[in-house]
């Protein structure tokens, strides 16, 4: 079964820490992995994306990710967080046909202590 | 990058009345859209697959008859919900992928619907 787990649900860090993620799915064949932000009251918006090539994989605002094929993991990483990074963050993952359903994560709600 | 437009961006209907809620794609074309719902601090289930042309694909536990899908066009999927209730209030979110590189996918605003 297609399936994406996120096993943080709630993460508290204070600002400047480290911050990892983790993300991982269950889709049979080529995967393209996503990362997508909530900020609170706004719409998703895309973080960064894997589709193929080099498996780390940067994106805005200084997140980076990496795609671990025999792990099928894509691990989403900041090295120094911000108050503003506050945010639900979400794990997603489809096949490479553009009819290929987009399976998301249930979700880790990030909070970032001034 | 390519936009998805949904509107409206927040409805208030009477239960047992009907509303559509359109995504366009403004850009691109796209043979398939997703629709898709979040609860309150929830994850994005998603509900259907809009194929243009074609009927929806519901997800396992959808009521096609409650949640009407047409894709009439390339760049237009609606999604009707009928004879709304308070239980179906929520936030309902429209995808859209390309049709011809059919990589990235891109995410309406979303609309927030309040039954009473």
């Known amino acids: 079964a297609q399936s994406v787990s996120q096993h943080n649900h709630h993460v508290i860090l204070s600002e400047a820490a480290s911050l990892e993620l983790g993300c991982n799915y269950s889709?049979?064949?080529?995967?393209?992995l996503f990362w997508y932000v909530q900020y609170p009251g706004q719409h998703l918006q895309l973080l960064l994306k894997?589709?193929?090539?080099?498996?780390l994989v940067k994106g805005i605002k200084g997140f980076e990710a990496e795609f671990i094929k025999s792990k099928f993991s894509f691990n989403l990483r900041k090295p120094s967080v911000q108050w503003s990074d506050t945010a639900e963050y979400f794990c997603?993952?489809?096949?490479?046909?553009?009819?290929?359903?987009?399976?998301f994560g249930s979700g880790t709600r990030l909070s970032i202590r001034p | 990058g390519a936009v998805v437009s949904q509107h409206p961006s927040w409805v208030i209907c009477k239960s047992g009345t009907s509303v559509k809620i359109e995504c366009r794609s403004l850009?691109?074309?796209?043979?398939?859209m997703f629709w898709y719902r979040q609860f309150p601090k929830q994850s994005l289930m998603l509900m259907a697959t809009?194929?243009?042309?074609?009927?929806?694909?519901?997800e396992q536990g959808v009521e096609k008859d409650k949640f009407l899908i047409n894709h009439a066009s390339l760049t237009l999927s609606t999604l009707t919900v009928t004879s709304a209730h308070p239980e179906d209030s929520s936030f309902y979110i429209c995808?859209?992928?390309?049709?011809?590189?059919?990589?990235?996918?891109?995410f309406g605003q979303g609309t927030r619907l309040t039954v009473v």
């Open positions: 995808s859209a992928r390309e049709t011809l590189t059919g990589t990235e996918a891109f």
């Open positions: 889709y049979g064949g080529t995967v393209n």
């Open positions: 894997y589709f193929s090539g080099d498996p």
């Open positions: 997603a993952v489809n096949g490479a046909s553009s009819a290929s359903k987009i399976i």
């Open positions: 850009d691109f074309q796209a043979t398939t």
């Open positions: 809009s194929n243009e042309g074609s009927k929806a694909t519901y």
